[in-house]
């Protein structure tokens, strides 16, 4: 679809006799918040990790900005100005939040070993670009008094905050959010959703948004998609899926519907 800046298209894959993902098509809108739900092996892992090129469909395409990324091994993806978070945080436990947002800046940053190794004097620049951007997003996300503390040593709402930080250092066009609220509690989903909305109303960043927390999902997004066993159960606006009979059955049992 002209003017998306991700479209999903017939995607498959099936890891041996399980089929995982069923024909997945949807598109996203820039500048807006997409909700990706459905029950327990829905599926929704597993389009992430094809979206950040872990996995890579049987079948179908993926396009941002137009373009295919299944060409493109994992560690390109951060470059085109796609970021993630992961359920399971993926910092360095032992460096500091200061050095741990610095390493999103890796995909911006042009160097190699011998630069490196002679200290020449681009990669100085790099370092003082590496610092800046990590310095702006700590603020950003109100971390200023961690940034010299040990990511081991925080509150988990704050480590989920500054792996946040460092997805925005990629300085990405789409942030894919796997499971943000998972082990937070009341105050901070309801804070986390303020600073979702946030990032993309000041940043313009598009959010796909991978969440079981559903008060999070329907009262942020701007469409939702719900999936189960594989397949696309329904998509619109967060009012009409609450009344989807095919979702409510997802959740609740057939009878329910």
Request: charged content about 20%.
């Amino acid at each position: 679809m002209t003017g998306s800046i991700l479209s999903v298209r017939d995607v498959g894959i099936k890891f041996g006799g399980i089929v995982a993902l069923n024909g997945i098509n949807f598109d996203m809108s820039p500048r807006t918040i997409l909700g990706l739900i459905g029950p327990n092996g829905a599926g929704k892992t597993t389009l992430f990790n094809c979206l950040s090129r872990l996995y890579t469909p049987n079948c179908g395409d993926i396009l941002f900005d137009g373009q295919s990324i299944l060409d493109r091994p994992a560690h390109r993806i951060a470059e085109i100005g796609i970021g993630r978070t992961f359920q399971n945080l993926a910092l360095f436990p032992s460096l500091s939040v200061l050095d741990n947002v610095r390493i999103g800046t890796h995909s911006r940053i042009w160097s190699d070993y011998l630069s490196d190794a002679l200290y020449l004097p681009w990669t100085n620049r790099n370092e003082k670009f590496a610092d800046q951007t990590a310095h702006e997003m700590i603020a950003y996300l109100g971390l200023r008094g961690a940034a010299n503390s040990r990511v081991s040593d925080l509150p988990f709402g704050t480590q989920k905050r500054v792996e946040l930080a460092r997805a925005l250092a990629t300085n990405p066009k789409l942030l894919l959010l796997d499971e943000p609220a998972c082990g937070l509690n009341h105050e901070e989903v309801d804070e986390l959703g303020g600073i979702i909305r946030q990032i993309r109303d000041e940043r313009g960043i598009s959010i796909l948004l991978v969440e079981h927390h559903m008060s999070l999902v329907m009262s942020i997004s701007d469409k939702v998609v719900a999936l189960n066993f594989g397949k696309k159960i329904g998509e619109g606006c967060p009012r009409d899926i609450q009344k989807h009979p095919d979702v409510i059955a997802a959740y609740l049992g057939a009878q329910a519907a």
